[in-house]
C-alpha cells in the first residue's frame, strides 16, 4: 500500500482491513544476537509533509521512544534494514538514505542520491557482501559501499522498480510501472552483483512489490494486480532454475521471512469496495499454510500497513493506519492475542529488531 497507489487505496482503506558525509570505517558483515533488545518502527510519514521518522520500542524498560530522527528523517521513509553495526532507511521523497548507529541510535550520515537537479528516490533495500543496495523508482539500483557511506555504483532495471532481495550472488528487483497506471509492469529484474548489470527479467505477476528471500535461496515477491480486474497475488522463485509458481495464499500485501515461517497479510475487495483482510503464516520448507488467523482474539485491523515478527519471542507486529494521523502497532503473542499496543507515527511500515 505505497506511493504508486496511495490515492485510490485512500478511498478503499476506510472499509479494509545534508550534505553527504565519508565515514572510512569498515563495516562487518551482519551475525546473528543471542538477544533482541528493542525494535526499530520506520514511520512513512506523508507524501510532501518531511514528516517521517523512526520510533524505537526497547523491550527492557518499556520505553518507547516516538522519533529516534527528532523529526529529521525527511519526506516519505519507505524502507529500512539493520546491516553490520547500522541501521539503513530509503527516504523516497528526500532522496537520499539516512545511516544510524544500531546502539547509539544517533544519525551518522545522510546519503545524498541527487545528480545535479535529477532526484534517485530511493525505495527498497537489499544488503550483501558489504554492501547496501537501493532501488530507486526512475529505474535503477544504486550500490552503496558500506565502509566508506557513500554510492559507489548504479545500474539500470525495470519501470519504476520497488521491491529487492539479495541472494546467491545475484539480486531479485521487483520492476512495478507503477507510474504507469493502468499499463503496471509484470516483470523481475535478476542482476548479477558480481558485474553489477542486469543479466535477465523473468515475467511475473502484474504490478510487482514486496520482495524477500528464505535461507533455502528461493524468492518470494507479492503483486498488487490492477486495483480492478486483476487482482493480487504471491509467487515463488526457484532461483536454480528460475520457475515462476504461483501459491495459493491470500497474500497479496506485505510479508517478512523468520525461519521456515512467513508471516503475511492480504487485503481481498469486493463489489461494494468493503475488504476482507488476511492474515495468516505460511511454511517455506513444506510448502503448506499454516493458519489463515494468525489474530485469535478478535481484534480488528483496519488497515494493515506493516507486518514484523520479532524472531527470538515469534510476536508479530502489525500496524494500522488512517494514512494522515499517528497510528498504532499492535503486538500479537504466538498464540494469537494481543500483548501490547504502540503509539507511533504516521504509515508505521517496517520493524527492525535488534
Known amino acids: 500500500m505505497k506511493r504508486f497507489f496511495y490515492f485510490l487505496l485512500i478511498a478503499l482503506s476506510f472499509t479494509a482491513c545534508e550534505k553527504e558525509n565519508t565515514i572510512p570505517t569498515p563495516e562487518p558483515n551482519p551475525e546473528p544476537t543471542d538477544s ?7 514511520n512513512q510519514g506523508s ?12 523491550f527492557a524498560s518499556g520505553n518507547l521512544q516516538f522519533d529516534i530522527a527528532n523529526q529529521l528523517l525527511g519526506d516519505t521513509g519507505e524502507d529500512m534494514i539493520a546491516y553490520g553495526t547500522k541501521l539503513y532507511v530509503s527516504v523516497f521523497g528526500s532522496s537520499r538514505i539516512s545511516v544510524f548507529d544500531l546502539i547509539s541510535r544517533a544519525n551518522i550520515t545522510n546519503i545524498d542520491l541527487t545528480d545535479g537537479g535529477n532526484q534517485h528516490q530511493p525505495y527498497g533495500l537489499a544488503s550483501y557482501n558489504g554492501k547496501v543496495y537501493a532501488t530507486t523508482t526512475d529505474g535503477y ?24 532481495a539479495a541472494v546467491n550472488g545475484k539480486l531479485y528487483v521487483a520492476n512495478s510501472g507503477g507510474y504507469n497506471y493502468p499499463a503496471y509492469n509484470n516483470t523481475l529484474s535478476i542482476v548479477d552483483i558480481a558485474s553489477f548489470q542486469e543479466e535477465k527479467t523473468l515475467t511475473v505477476g502484474l ?11 528461493n524468492v518470494y515477491l507479492t ?14 522463485i526457484d532461483t536454480k532454475t ?12 506485505n510479508f517478512v521471512i523468520t525461519g521456515d515461517s512467513l508471516y503475511f497479510y492480504g487485503v481481498t475487495y469486493n463489489p461494494d469496495y468493503s475488504a476482507n483482510c488476511t492474515f495468516g503464516i505460511y511454511n517455506v520448507k513444506t510448502e503448506q499454510l499454516v493458519t489463515n488467523q494468525l489474530i485469535t482474539d478478535g481484534t480488528t485491523i483496519n488497515t494493515a ?12 507486529y502489525i500496524s494500522d493506519t488512517d494514512y494522515s494521523n499517528p497510528g498504532v502497532v499492535y ?24
Request: aromatic content about 10%; overall charge neutral.
Open 223 to 236: 503483486y498488487l494486480g490492477n486495483y480492478a480486474d486483476v487482482p493480487g497475488g504471491f509467487q515463488k
Open 242 to 253: 528460475n520457475t515462476v509458481t504461483d501459491i495459493s495464499i491470500s497474500a497479496n500485501q
Open 47 to 58: 507524501n510532501g509533509l518531511n514528516n517521517a521518522g523512526i520510533s524505537y520500542y526497547d
Open 331 to 354: 503486538v500479537f503473542g504466538p498464540d494469537g492475542k494481543k500483548k501490547n499496543t504502540l503509539n507511533v507515527g504516521v504509515n508505521a511500515c517496517r520493524f527492525v529488531f535488534y
Open 305 to 316: 500497513y506493516g507486518i514484523g515478527v520479532n524472531e527470538k519471542t515469534k510476536d508479530v
Open 36 to 42: 533482541i533488545s528493542g525494535v526499530f518502527i520506520l
Open 207 to 217: 504490478n510487482p512489490n514486496i520482495v524477500h528471500a528464505d535461507s533455502y535461496g
Open 141 to 164: 539500483v544504486i550500490r552503496i559501499d558500506t565502509a566508506s557511506l557513500s554510492r559507489d555504483g548504479m545500474t539500470a532495471v525495470g519501470l519504476n522498480p520497488v521491491g529487492i
